[in-house]
């Protein structure tokens, strides 16, 4: 632009002075023709001024500037020979000309539509930011022209990967893996924007995935489906556990109750056993004590050869249960005139002992 400026201005200054020659000549003839060889020394000064004018309007058009976070590529006659970075630059326009490419981080946004694995349409957001190899610029010059054309490109292999990515995934993984998702496209993106693309890729990142209003309530219903179903479940784990906890409650009690009918059976055994011994004892027979292996004691009794003794302390002992259970009731006695029949009440939970007498 400074260039085209000052192009101008030299150009209006070389007219303005072509034009002021030509003036000033004209008036000479109109003077007379005595004065032909002045004619002839002011046509050469007017000429050699013009030429240096027009000199002048080349001179500016030569200059280039490139800004700051820009590089230039600079061909000679359309080839791509050197390139140019920030600053001023002196070359010949009509042989040389700048194509200038943008160094600085580009930011590409794509949106475009894409379809999960099970056909599910969404419209994918996603930003991809690169910047030009300064370095490979000529080469970008030779294979793709301009920045335009390399950002179409991008973009289009970017759109390539991500659907692939996507295409590989169900909607319901896609919504709930969306953190792996992004960086699958990323790596996938990455590696497909190679050295032949002359870029580095700084990120591609997802920044929306938006499937169909009607997918959209059907995961909702879906997620308050499996919600509802995940609090049942827990409140009939609950229930199962107070169910279980009440079980062991009981079962804790009946052992407890068995427990006290075990010590009590044990200690109306141990009774009977101290009974017998005392009779035994009383009667005359010999008690001998045994002590076990595990320090309980137990008594060895000698009776007689035929046990009568042993029956009767038996019998005894029996009639000592029943007196301790008796009621007060008398025995209740029947006769026929062959006979009485004398039942004795027992307590309750023993049955009746029937007794005939003659």
Same mark, same amino acid.
């Given at each position: 632009?400074?260039?085209?400026?000052?192009?101008?201005?030299?150009?209006?200054?070389?007219?303005?002075?072509?034009?002021?020659?030509? +003036? +000033?000549?004209?008036?000479?003839?109109?003077?007379?023709?005595?004065?032909g060889?002045?004619?002839?020394?002011s046509?050469?000064?007017?000429?050699? =001024? =013009?030429? +240096?004018?027009?000199l002048l309007?080349?001179?500016? +058009?030569?200059?280039?500037?490139v800004? #700051?976070?820009?590089?230039a590529?600079?061909?000679? @006659?359309?080839?791509?020979?050197?390139?140019r970075?920030? =600053?001023?630059?002196?070359?010949f326009?009509?042989?040389?000309?700048?194509?200038?490419?943008?160094?600085?981080? &580009?930011?590409?946004?794509?949106?475009?539509?894409?379809?999960?694995?099970?056909?599910?349409?969404?419209?994918?957001?996603?930003?991809? &930011?690169?910047q030009?190899?300064?370095?490979k610029?000529?080469?970008?010059?030779?294979?793709? =022209?301009?920045?335009d054309?390399?950002?179409?490109?991008?973009?289009? *292999?970017?759109?390539?990967?991500?659907?692939?990515?996507?295409?590989?995934?169900?909607?319901?993984?896609?919504i709930?893996?969306?953190?792996?998702?992004s960086?699958?496209?990323?790596d996938?993106?990455?590696a497909?924007?190679?050295?032949?693309?002359? *870029?580095?890729?700084?990120?591609?990142?997802?920044?929306?995935?938006?499937?169909?209003? !009607?997918?959209?309530?059907?995961?909702?219903?879906?997620?308050?489906?499996?919600?509802?179903?995940?609090?049942?479940?827990?409140?009939?784990? &609950?229930?199962?556990?107070? #169910?279980?906890?009440?079980?062991?409650?009981?079962?804790?009690q009946?052992q407890?109750?068995?427990?006290?009918?075990?010590?009590?059976?044990?200690?109306? !055994?141990?009774?009977?056993?101290?009974?017998? *011994?005392q009779?035994?004892?009383?009667?005359?027979?010999? *008690?001998?004590?045994?002590?076990?292996?595990?320090?309980?004691?137990g008594?060895?009794?000698?009776?007689?050869d035929?046990?009568?003794g042993?029956? @009767?302390?038996l019998?005894?002992?029996?009639?000592?249960?029943?007196?301790?259970?008796?009621?007060?009731?008398?025995?209740?006695?029947?006769g026929?005139?062959?006979?009485?029949?004398?039942t004795?009440?027992?307590?309750?939970?023993? &049955?009746?002992?029937?007794?005939?007498?003659?």
């Open positions: 632009m400074i260039g085209l400026i000052v192009g101008i201005i030299f150009a209006l200054l070389a007219l303005g002075g072509i034009g002021s020659g030509i +003036f +000033f000549i004209m008036k000479k003839k109109e003077g007379g023709r005595s004065e060889l002045k004619d002839v020394k046509i050469s000064l007017i000429a050699a =001024g =013009g030429a +240096f004018a027009v309007i080349f001179i500016p +058009f030569s200059f280039h500037t800004d #700051a976070g820009e590089v590529v600079v061909k000679h @006659l359309g080839e791509a020979r050197s390139v970075t920030a =600053g001023t630059y002196f070359d326009w009509m042989t040389e000309s700048y194509s200038v490419y943008d160094a600085k981080v &580009q930011d590409l946004s794509i949106v475009t539509p894409a379809y999960s694995n099970d056909a599910q349409t969404m419209d994918v957001e996603l930003t991809v &930011q690169y030009i190899d300064t370095s610029v000529i080469e970008i010059a030779n294979t793709y =022209g301009s920045l054309i390399l950002n179409s490109r991008i973009e289009s *292999v970017a759109i390539d990967a991500m659907k692939s990515v996507m295409a590989e995934n169900t909607a319901e993984q896609i709930q893996g969306r953190a792996q998702l960086k699958d496209v990323t996938s993106i990455m497909r924007i190679d050295e032949s693309y002359y *870029v580095n890729v700084r990120t591609a990142v997802l920044t929306d995935i938006g499937f169909t209003d !009607a997918y959209e309530a059907a995961v909702e219903a879906q997620m308050i489906a499996e919600r509802e179903k995940e609090a049942a479940i827990i409140k009939a784990e &609950q229930q199962l556990e107070v #169910a279980k906890r009440e079980a062991e409650a009981r079962l804790e009946a407890g109750e068995a427990n006290a009918q075990k010590a009590i059976a044990e200690a109306e !055994a141990y009774s009977a056993s101290i009974k017998i *011994v009779l035994a004892r009383t009667l005359g027979y010999q *008690v001998t004590e045994i002590t076990g292996e595990d320090g309980s004691l008594y060895d009794i000698t009776w007689d035929d046990n009568a042993k029956e @009767l302390v019998q005894y002992i029996q009639y000592l249960e029943y007196l301790s259970k008796w009621d007060g009731k008398l025995p209740t006695v029947v026929d005139g062959s006979g009485i029949m004398i004795i009440p027992v307590p309750d939970g023993d &049955q009746e002992q029937t007794s005939p007498t003659t």
